[in-house]
């Protein structure tokens, strides 16, 4: 079945680094959506992206669609206190269902 | 706050026991998913409605395990007899088609 890998696994940086999660589908995705989870909390829907190539920034966030539909990228600018979390990349099947990598969890020593 | 509730918050019980879940969705929302996640994993897809139908189930989705959405409003997901391997995070995400899922924030099921 489709498998999505993300790594690093962890990721701990000083205040004002940057940071970059990648994201790996075995299959080709019809979009990817990345997810934010704070300890304790719920994923929350950050993005999608659909189109082959496609980059899309939020502030400090820029995310990047693979060419060929398969990986994607998270990358922070300056990491603040406030980025602290895990984030999940989930490709999505057709019937909707979300499958999600293992996600990466980003601390930040200010 | 996403509108998408779920009760009880958190759950305690022993090994053996049966226990039910319930989610309530943002009332326009025809899609309702349960996921599981344990410590350390992303979400892991459970079954999906769409309204009351229930159209897909994982092969983690044991026979223990049951989940229902009688009027295609609420679903409840029922574990019978328990075990330990049975804790873990559960949680709904609601959408309409296939618009972004909005997550409740979660029942945690602790199995003693």
């Known amino acids: 079945g489709q498998q999505v890998m993300q790594i690093p696994q962890y990721q701990h940086v000083q205040e004002g680094e940057d940071f970059t999660t990648y994201c790996n589908s075995s299959t080709t995705l019809s979009n990817i959506q990345w997810y934010k989870q704070r300890p304790g909390g719920h994923p929350v829907f950050l993005i999608q992206l659909v189109k082959s190539g496609e980059v899309k920034k939020q502030k400090r966030l820029t995310f990047q669609f693979g060419e060929a539909k398969k990986n994607s990228s998270l990358h922070i600018t300056a990491t603040q206190t406030t980025d602290v979390g895990t984030y999940f990349c989930?490709?999505?099947?057709?019937?909707?269902?979300?499958?999600f990598g293992q996600g990466t969890t980003l601390q930040v020593k200010p | 706050d996403t509108g998408v509730s779920q009760n009880p918050r958190h759950k305690i019980t022993k090994r053996g026991q049966n226990v039910t879940f319930r989610c309530d969705p943002i009332s326009e929302h025809n899609r309702l998913y349960w996921y599981r996640q344990t410590l350390g994993q992303g979400p892991e897809f459970l079954t999906y409605?769409?309204?009351?139908?229930?159209?897909?189930k994982s092969r983690l989705l044991s026979d223990r395990f049951s989940a229902e959405r009688p009027k295609g409003s609420f679903s409840t997901l029922e574990i019978q007899r328990t075990e330990q391997g049975d804790s873990a995070m559960y949680l709904c995400a609601t959408n309409r088609g296939t618009d972004t899922q909005y997550f409740g924030p979660g029942t945690r099921l602790t199995v003693l």
């Open positions: 989930a490709g999505q099947s057709n019937t909707g269902k979300l499958i």
């Open positions: 409605f769409q309204n009351e139908a229930q159209l897909e």
